[in-house]
């Protein structure tokens, strides 16, 4: 027999190709990217499309033990699944379930061979019987009659999931008056529907609409110009066209069907429009150099915004974690709520008794205040003179859940309650409702019990005090602080996890939540209030992060909270700093408190304290720190309004896991700097972008993200900008609860360094040393031009003004 030769490059294909088969979670692949009558799929196999972009096959969710067939992005490096086929029907094991073609349609059978999920083609359709499946490169899975054939008798851009691929249409199908839903997964382990979605708007075609449980919409897009390429509501989609991930995005109206489509002109670009299980539609990018995902934008903005967003009974707040229970109920499902999905609302600890006779004797339902919030959906107005009378009307009524009596205006609520907001304490906006709860859930004061206990607790009180002086005095004389020479010099604390668990008092008191994880107020024994942070997500080694905070450990300076020590057992790891007594920023800028606003003065010097903070970080630190997530949340006030920069040093010990923090930004343009966007390498230029962001917010007292004030409604910033290059006086730009009181030379400074710390350009950008120098009056600063992409999102055609040198 004679040997044939095979050539190099043929032997060098054959091995490539066995590498991508065998690369990527154990999947193998056959056939390429074809499915025939004569194939089918089990087990870990996969089919790939011709250019290696999608692959499809069994997959399983999160911490699920369910299998789906699904499809996901092959050259990403995280499981990103963009379509599933049997997302109500999962199978249990994928050795004995089989994908293949049977009578002319795509079938997968389970392991009793009993057919749960079928592409359903009427077989008056199929012309021959050699029908074929094949995934193409745009994540399109097609049914044709024939491997030659460009009849389609089914394709997946028509059944989308929870994910919009470029180049798919979403369409209103103008003969039924029906319309394509992109519909979110329940949660991170199951992609059955969920609650959320977003379609055209079937009374307004050229417009995108979020929509709860499929009858409730809670976000426009606002209708779609052609001029400038965008929804009228979502001005952020014109930074896109002007980054490096500019797409072509067009409305399409014909006889039969309304569509939009979209596609990226740089065809290497990875990205999706995606509804996420919270109810927020996102525009997520892969970034390869940081191998993450980050969301350029989402709406709506706010997350409290999204209808139902905390199911029934539950309350939203901006502050993380978003939802809690009102008083007198519990989750539905507490493991839910751990990942961060609360759709599923609340339920009474205690069943009402309905007793319409025991009105104010302590034994029927009585009604709880809640202060401090906004009123739920759908109330029904009564016909009531008094408060009494109010409440007697919903005692009265078995299906009454609470009552609210405004202005001579009696609300009751029949059911469930939604859309519940928690307000600051001194928001002026919020309003008095009462909540019926069982009697048992109202410790009420007038009761015999209560009585009784005002003569009990001095006495417990005073003996009690005497015990916990005691142990104390005990536990002060034994307990040794641990400085760990490894770990950090100086005066750097090793705590234990069970010292940070006694003085937070089992972590009970929450102050917030940011990217980074969840802070919790405690007191040492010595009396100090500290504030811990409970880092999430940290997968460094043991001598890696004991080096990493040794290095923050080190950083001292004026406007910068300072680090106190650090907790490192396994998987736990903790920081622990100083507590400081006024909160953060945002909290004085934007929600509306009733107290005196933050003074012109006030507001200068936080200006000029957190120039000085990232000026140390950038320019004076040993390695230069990028902080990467500045913004007002980040900036905290003492009790004399001084300001202090947290969060200082995290992104480098997060590594790649920082990108995580990117999802936080509330989904606008924010405060990203727009080579974060691009993906290129950040320097601390990308800091001074977003504290010129936060500047105008600063001036403004307007979040970055809100339309401005004028007759158009343009994004903020677009307006603000505008205002400053073109000369206009800056005063437009105040925030009215200041009525005029300002150094006006200061406002026309302020205002001109924050433009030019957000030109486009990062080498237009000052330094933070810079910013100083101008903030202390030490040198002016001309006029900047306005930043170019906010110049076309404006469609602001003035020219550009020369930069200082």
């Known amino acids: 027999m004679k040997k044939e030769n095979i050539s190099p490059s043929c032997f060098l294909f054959s091995v490539l190709f066995l590498f991508m088969c065998f690369s990527l979670e154990s999947h193998v692949c056959f056939a390429v990217d074809t499915i025939s009558s004569d194939q089918s799929l089990s087990g870990n196999q996969t089919v790939v499309s011709s250019g290696g972009v999608f692959e499809l096959g069994f997959f399983r969710?999160?911490?699920?033990?369910?299998?789906?067939?699904?499809?996901?992005?092959?050259?990403?490096?995280?499981?990103?699944?963009?379509?599933?086929?049997?997302?109500?029907?999962?199978?249990?094991?994928?050795n004995s379930s089989v994908l293949k073609i049977s009578d002319g349609n795509l079938v997968l059978s389970n392991g009793s061979r009993v057919p749960i999920w079928s592409t359903y083609v009427s077989s008056g359709s199929v012309i021959s019987n050699s029908a074929v499946a094949v995934l193409l490169d745009d994540g399109n899975l097609v049914l044709r009659d024939g491997l030659n054939s460009s009849t389609i008798l089914w394709q997946s851009f028509d059944h989308p999931a929870d994910t919009w691929l470029p180049g798919s249409k979403l369409r209103f199908d103008k003969r039924?008056?029906?319309?394509?839903?992109?519909?979110?997964?329940?949660?991170?382990?199951?992609?059955?529907?969920?609650?959320?979605?977003?379609?055209?708007?079937?009374?307004?075609?050229?417009?995108?609409?979020?929509?709860?449980?499929?009858?409730?919409?809670?976000?426009?897009?606002?209708?779609?110009?052609?001029?400038?390429?965008?929804?009228?509501?979502?001005?952020?989609?014109?930074?896109?066209?002007?980054?490096?991930?500019?797409?072509?995005?067009?409305?399409?109206?014909?006889?039969?069907?309304?569509?939009?489509?979209?596609?990226?002109?740089?065809?290497?670009?990875?990205?999706?429009?995606?509804?996420?299980?919270?109810?927020?539609?996102?525009?997520?990018?892969?970034?390869?150099?940081?191998?993450?995902?980050t969301v350029f934008y989402s709406q709506p903005r706010q997350q409290c915004e999204v209808y139902g967003f905390c199911g029934a009974f539950g309350s939203c707040n901006e502050n993380q974690p978003f939802c809690n229970c009102l008083n007198g109920f519990q989750p539905t499902s507490p493991q839910n709520w751990d990942q961060e999905v609360y759709s599923g609302g609340c339920a009474r600890k205690t069943k009402l008794g309905c007793d319409n006779h025991s009105v104010g004797t302590g034994k029927g339902d009585q009604f709880l205040e809640s202060?401090?919030?906004?009123?739920?959906?759908?109330?029904?107005?009564?016909?009531?003179?008094?408060?009494?009378?109010?409440?007697?009307?919903?005692?009265?009524?078995?299906?009454?859940?609470?009552?609210?009596?405004?202005?001579?205006?009696?609300?009751?609520?029949?059911?469930?309650?939604?859309?519940?907001?928690?307000?600051?304490?001194?928001?002026?906006?919020?309003?008095?409702?009462?909540?019926?709860?069982?009697?048992?859930?109202?410790?009420?004061?007038?009761?015999?019990?209560?009585?009784?206990?005002v003569i009990?607790?001095?006495?417990?009180?005073?003996?009690?005090?005497?015990?916990?002086?005691?142990?104390?005095?005990?536990?002060?004389?034994?307990r040794r602080t641990i400085i760990s020479p490894k770990s950090a010099k100086g005066s750097l604390v090793a705590f234990e996890y069970r010292d940070l668990e006694k003085a937070t008092k089992n972590f009970s008191e929450k102050l917030g939540k940011g990217g980074f994880g969840f802070v919790f107020k405690g007191t040492l024994p010595d009396g100090s209030i500290i504030a811990v942070k409970k880092l999430e997500s940290i997968n460094q080694g043991e001598k890696q992060f004991r080096t990493e905070v040794s290095i923050i450990g080190k950083i001292n300076h004026v406007n910068l909270v300072r680090l106190r020590g650090f907790c490192s057992e396994g998987s736990r790891k903790l920081l622990v700093y100083d507590y400081v007594s006024k909160g953060s920023l945002d909290r004085h800028l934007f929600h509306g408190l009733?107290?005196?606003?933050?003074?012109?003065?006030?507001?200068?010097?936080?200006?000029?304290?957190?120039?000085r903070g990232l000026a140390y970080l950038h320019e004076n630190c040993v390695d230069s720190i990028i902080h990467c997530d500045i913004k007002p949340e980040n900036i905290l006030l003492d009790?004399?309004?001084?300001?202090?920069?947290?969060?200082?040093?995290?992104?480098?010990?997060?590594?790649?896991?920082?990108?995580?923090?990117?999802?936080?930004?509330?989904?606008?343009?924010?405060?990203?700097?727009?080579?974060?966007?691009?993906?290129?390498?950040?320097?601390?230029?990308?800091?001074?972008?977003?504290?010129?962001?936060?500047?105008?917010?600063?001036?403004?007292?307007?979040?970055?993200?809100?339309?401005?004030?004028?007759?158009?409604?343009?994004?903020?910033?677009?307006?603000?900008?505008?205002?400053?290059?073109?000369?206009?006086?800056?005063?437009?730009?105040?925030?009215?609860?200041l009525h005029?009181?300002?150094?006006?030379?200061?406002?026309?400074?302020?205002?001109?360094?924050?433009?030019?710390?957000?030109?486009?350009?990062?080498?237009?950008?000052?330094?933070?040393g810079q910013v100083v120098q101008i903030l202390e009056g030490f040198f002016d600063v001309s006029i900047p031009p306005m930043p170019r992409f906010l110049q076309e999102i404006g469609n602001d055609r003035s020219t550009y003004i020369s930069s200082p040198t």
């Not at 343009?669 to 320097?683: K, R």
């Not at 500047?695 to 007759?711: C, I, Q, T």
């Open 61 to 94: 969710p999160g911490n699920s033990s369910n299998y789906y067939i699904g499809m996901w992005y092959r050259k990403v490096s995280q499981l990103s699944i963009v379509w599933v086929a049997n997302r109500e029907k999962p199978v249990h094991d994928i």
């Open 176 to 293: 039924t008056n029906q319309s394509q839903s992109i519909i979110s997964w329940k949660s991170l382990d199951d992609p059955a529907p969920g609650l959320f979605s977003f379609e055209i708007d079937p009374f307004q075609t050229n417009q995108i609409v979020t929509v709860w449980n499929r009858s409730q919409t809670y976000w426009f897009s606002g209708t779609w110009d052609q001029q400038t390429m965008s929804f009228s509501l979502v001005p952020e989609m014109r930074m896109v066209a002007l980054s490096s991930l500019a797409f072509n995005f067009s409305y399409v109206s014909e006889e039969n069907e309304s569509y939009f489509i979209y596609y990226y002109y740089n065809s290497s670009t990875i990205a999706k429009y995606f509804m996420d299980s919270s109810g927020q539609m996102k525009e997520m990018t892969w970034l390869e150099n940081i191998k993450q995902w």
């Open 371 to 453: 202060r401090y919030t906004n009123l739920p959906t759908n109330p029904q107005n009564t016909m009531a003179v008094t408060s009494m009378e109010c409440k007697a009307t919903c005692i009265q009524n078995c299906s009454c859940t609470a009552y609210a009596f405004e202005n001579n205006q009696c609300s009751i609520w029949i059911g469930d309650l939604f859309n519940l907001k928690q307000l600051e304490q001194d928001d002026i906006t919020g309003k008095l409702l009462y909540i019926k709860l069982a009697a048992s859930e109202i410790d009420s004061e007038s009761s015999p019990t209560n009585k009784r206990r």
């Open 456 to 478: 009990v607790i001095p006495i417990a009180v005073s003996t009690g005090l005497l015990l916990l002086g005691l142990m104390m005095f005990i536990i002060m004389k034994r």
């Open 594 to 611: 009733a107290s005196e606003p933050l003074d012109w003065k006030t507001r200068y010097q936080i200006s000029l304290g957190v120039a």
């Open 639 to 737: 009790v004399d309004n001084f300001p202090k920069l947290a969060d200082f040093g995290l992104a480098k010990l997060l590594g790649r896991e920082f990108s995580r923090v990117l999802t936080t930004m509330r989904g606008t343009v924010g405060y990203l700097a727009p080579e974060w966007i691009s993906g290129v390498a950040i320097t601390p230029k990308a800091d001074v972008y977003s504290y010129g962001m936060m500047l105008l917010e600063l001036v403004s007292g307007m979040r970055n993200f809100e339309p401005a004030n004028d007759k158009e409604g343009t994004f903020f910033p677009v307006w603000a900008a505008r205002q400053v290059s073109e000369g206009v006086n800056v005063l437009n730009l105040l925030d009215d609860r």
């Open 740 to 768: 005029g009181n300002v150094d006006l030379e200061e406002v026309c400074r302020i205002c001109k360094v924050a433009c030019w710390c957000i030109q486009e350009n990062e080498i237009q950008r000052p330094s933070m």
